[in-house]
């Protein structure tokens, strides 16, 4: 199985300031077929399922607003929150789908300092 | 817009069984793979089995298979979840997901609770 580590574990950030969260995977996610990265991130709020943000590493989903944004490839992948705002405030998850079992990361906090 | 209701959890003992449905809306249901991932409360997600649009090709995580089937009706829009030979390490909540590479839509979960 592909193991999925996430750094830190949380993060606390001024109001407008960046977050950054990594998401290293134990072997490469890079598709030779696609010379796509299989990873995806997702948000999630207390009390509600999972929001997807990010597929293929870097490509955001439809209606997500572009302060987020991903980047990275092979085993080393990092989410941006450009100019943090309150309604940021959630568990982001890194995911692999280059392989079954699809694994997740751990999760990071991100909160307001 | 495209909805999922998960549904079919409770309480049950151990060694017990229970189905979990997922009743889709606002797409073609059966042109999608679809996938059910589990959190246990306070925790990480973890992906449990997908199965692909016409139901052919199904697989589990390692700790499901051989107890846990998955299903689908597509005339019924609706996704199964049959969970038996339950253990205390089988409490989570339960969501399904549209897809099987990234999971772009959710249900709400529905929590199961595996306790004598």
């Known amino acids: 199985d592909i193991v999925m580590t996430q750094s830190p574990d949380s993060l606390a950030v001024s109001l407008g300031e960046r977050a950054t969260i990594n998401c290293k995977t134990s072997q490469s996610v890079l598709s030779s077929s696609s010379n796509k990265n299989d990873l995806a991130w997702y948000q999630q709020k207390p009390g509600q399922p999972p929001k997807l943000l990010i597929y293929?590493?870097?490509t955001r989903e439809s209606g997500v607003p572009d302060r987020f944004s991903g980047s990275g490839s092979g085993t080393d992948f990092t989410l941006t929150v450009n100019s943090l705002q309150a309604e940021d405030v959630a568990v982001y998850y890194c995911?692999?789908?280059?392989?079954?079992?699809?694994?997740f990361g751990q999760g990071t906090k991100v909160d307001i300092k | 817009e495209v909805y999922l209701v998960d549904s079919g959890g409770g309480l049950v003992q151990p060694g017990g069984s229970l189905r979990l449905s997922c009743a889709a809306s606002g797409f073609t249901f059966s042109d999608y793979w679809m996938t059910w991932v589990r959190q246990v409360p306070g925790k990480g997600l973890a992906w449990v089995a997908h199965?692909?649009?016409?139901?052919?090709?199904?697989e589990f995580v390692d700790s499901v298979r051989g107890r846990f089937a998955i299903s689908r009706d597509n005339a019924k829009n609706s996704l199964f979840l049959q969970m038996s030979r339950l253990r205390a390490d089988d409490t989570a909540v339960y969501y399904c997901?549209?897809?099987?590479?990234?999971?772009?839509?959710w249900g709400q979960g529905t929590l199961v609770t595996v306790s004598s």
């Open positions: 199965i692909n649009p016409d139901g052919s090709e199904k």
């Open positions: 995911q692999q789908f280059y392989t079954t079992p699809r694994t």
């Open positions: 997901a549209r897809g099987h590479w990234w999971f772009e839509a």
């Open positions: 293929w590493a870097s």
